[in-house]
């Protein structure tokens, strides 16, 4: 069964704390990507990576970081200097070709107080 | 800097009506366009990717038309359902991008649909 898998769904956080959100894929795509969405808000892209071993940075990748070790994974580590970070996180990925259509994972809603 | 905005930000219809969705964006120049549903807290779903060679693309009850030129797109849902009743985002795919850096979506604000039974 092929997909997106985020990991978790809820994630809290004290401030301060640095926090890493799981990205997973198994449809064989090349690029990946981390979005951000705000209450009423559209997506703002932070970071995407079309190969394993590079990524660069979006419109807002100010206070996170990201990895791209293999192919199927795109860990996202929320840092402390992140101002505002509670948000609701989306992971996507595409194959490059005609389309470059993106699929989605299910999101991970992280608070932090 | 493409602009993507999505008008109204709410709509309620009664079940049965048909669904016009609009998104407009200032930058011509794009490779395609993507429709989505969200639920809320959910992800994205894809319903609909239009190419900028295509003036419309169709799916079961839901057809999307693009006009390059007025920057404009618009998703009709025929007979809504209470089922139809979510978010819909639509965001546009730069054609510079995807040769300089690969594929990016800008995204508008959605609208937010509510079909009453």
């Known amino acids: 069964d092929g997909g997106i898998t985020q990991s978790p769904k809820y994630l809290f956080r004290k401030e301060g704390q640095n926090v890493t959100l799981s990205c997973e894929q198994n449809?064989?795509?090349?690029?990946m990507y981390w979005y951000r969405q705000d209450p009423g808000q559209g997506l703002r892209l932070i970071y995407y990576?079309?190969?394993?071993?590079?990524?660069q940075k979006g419109d807002i990748a100010e206070g996170y970081s990201v990895s791209r070790e293999k192919k199927e994974s795109f860990p996202l580590t929320v840092t402390s200097a992140q101002k505002n970070p509670t948000a609701f996180y989306l992971c996507?990925?595409?194959?490059?070709?005609?389309?470059?259509?993106?699929?989605f994972g299910p999101g991970t809603r992280l608070t932090v107080t | 800097k493409q602009e993507v905005t999505q008008i109204p930000a709410a709509l309620s219809v009664p079940e049965g009506e048909n669904l016009v969705l609009n998104c407009s964006f200032t930058?011509?120049?794009?490779?395609?366009l993507q429709w989505f549903r969200q639920d809320p807290g959910k992800g994205l779903t894809s319903l609909l990717l239009i190419q900028s060679s295509q003036r419309e693309q169709t799916s079961g009850r839901l057809n999307a038309s693009l006009d390059k030129s007025s920057g404009r797109s618009t998703l009709y849902i025929a007979a809504s359902q209470p089922g139809d009743s979510a978010t819909y985002l639509c965001a546009v795919r730069s054609a510079i991008m995807i040769k300089a850096a690969g594929n990016k979506l800008t995204f508008g604000g959605g609208t937010r649909v509510l079909v009453k039974p």
């Open positions: 930058d011509s120049a794009i490779y395609n």
């Open positions: 449809l064989n795509h090349d690029a």
């Open positions: 990576s079309q190969i394993v071993n590079d990524f």
């Open positions: 996507a990925s595409s194959a490059q070709g005609t389309s470059y259509e993106q699929y």
